[in-house]
């Protein structure tokens, strides 16, 4: 461990020339010839950065590993005394490390660095040399999944899943409005805060902008992937098919159908055998669901993904569903409005049909813009 602190920080030592070459990787820093000042980007092979996002790397600590995969391995550790999660991407040696994997470390970065809301883990930094890592806040609430893990067989008191819905929705429905796809969200993305009461969405490795094009197919999980991205009929390497911002909606009604009944989905299947069932409208069973939201859940993961709500419209039901169960904990003397955050997003119309409508139907009526009270956190189990 000591030694390779001791490696990055003589690394941030060395006085760097304009241009250095490390194997066959080169570092390009373009100077002003009037002024001598370095330019405020960084470009090496297909990674460029604005210098404004990267680390002091004499100034990070790495500590023990917290979680490793096939493509990064994440440690805690301190930047300039303050706790951080340190995403290594492997290979160490980013000299190593293939153009494609580059272009999403890239992508990944300028992303998070982009994306502020409160259900989005904080982006502190990355680094490039000697090794490809994304600095971020650290979450000592652990993974969602390890969460549910841990309280097994049981599952979590309603109010708190739902609530845990509910911030994930908001911060989706974030990214959407400002055409954002995730296209890798699992409990295992999902991070907890030290109190296990909210959620924040990590791992943008596989996020991208949305496009009128064609997209790279099968990206994501199998088993939270939506079924518009496998086809069932060979396709060639690298090919790309058409989907949009609803393959999110499928992974979330998952996680929340997870969330419910602290259950496996497709238990015991294959990876593989999965996406085929999935793309063949197989679905886990909603027989253990509450009966007000099992329409609903059903809705998010329909097969034609035009027939799936927009975010929007799911954090408006979320909010319906937790105020109706809260209410009577309520005595007028504790109420107090808060504004409830929404995007300017426009979802697509849900006619009277709609699942969600027709749910929804069954809720208190209230003004379009829902807000909470204040006692919803005493309703939160400890």
């Not at 904080?122 to 309280?151: N, R």
């Not at 995730?182 to 490795?205: A, M, W, Y």
């Not at 709609?354 to 009526?365: E, F, L, N, Q, R």
Request: include cysteine; proline fraction near 6%.
């Amino acid at each position: 461990m000591r030694q390779k602190r001791q490696s990055i920080a003589e690394q941030k030592k060395r006085k760097a020339p304009a241009m250095v070459e490390s194997d066959d990787e080169v570092f390009e820093f373009s100077r002003n010839r009037e002024s001598g000042s370095e330019s405020d980007c960084v470009v090496q092979s297909v990674i460029k950065l604005d210098r404004s996002l990267l680390i002091d790397l004499s100034s990070l600590r790495i500590g023990s590993m917290i979680s490793e995969g096939r493509l990064s391995v994440v440690h805690e550790g301190l930047y300039k005394s303050m706790p951080v999660a340190i995403k290594m991407i492997q290979p160490n040696k980013t000299s190593a490390v293939s153009p494609d994997r580059k272009e999403k470390f890239q992508r990944e970065v300028t992303i998070l660095s982009r994306v502020k809301h409160e259900n989005i883990v904080k982006f502190i930094g990355a680094s490039i040399e000697p090794t490809m890592m994304i600095i971020t806040e650290l979450m000592k609430g652990g993974t969602l999944q390890q969460y549910l893990w841990s309280i097994r067989p049981n599952s979590p008191d309603l109010k708190l899943s739902l609530s845990f819905a509910l911030d994930i929705s908001r911060v989706m429905e974030y990214l959407h409005a400002n055409g954002i796809i995730h296209r890798d969200l699992k409990p295992s993305n999902l991070l907890l805060t030290e109190d296990k009461k909210q959620i924040k969405v990590c791992d943008f490795g596989l996020a991208r902008e949305e496009t009128a094009g064609d997209m790279t197919t099968e990206a994501g999980t199998y088993r939270w992937m939506a079924p518009e991205l496998f086809s069932t009929v060979p396709l060639p390497r690298g090919a790309k098919i058409h989907y949009d911002h609803k393959v999110d909606v499928y992974s979330f009604a998952i996680i929340l159908w997870e969330l419910l009944t602290n259950r496996t989905p497709f238990k015991g299947v294959q990876s593989i055998l999965i996406a085929y069932a999935a793309a063949n409208n197989e679905r886990p069973s909603v027989e253990n669901i509450p009966q007000d939201i099992a329409p609903f859940l059903q809705s998010c993961w329909a097969e034609d993904p035009a027939n799936r709500p927009e975010f929007m419209q799911i954090t408006n039901f979320l909010v319906d569903f937790l105020q109706n169960l809260c209410s009577a904990q309520i005595t007028p003397a504790q109420t107090f409005e808060i504004e409830h955050p929404r995007s300017n997003v426009t979802a697509d119309s849900a006619g009277s049909n709609h699942p969600i409508s027709k749910v929804s139907g069954k809720m208190k009526a209230r003004s379009p813009l829902p807000c909470f009270l204040r006692c919803f956190d005493d309703c939160l189990p400890d």
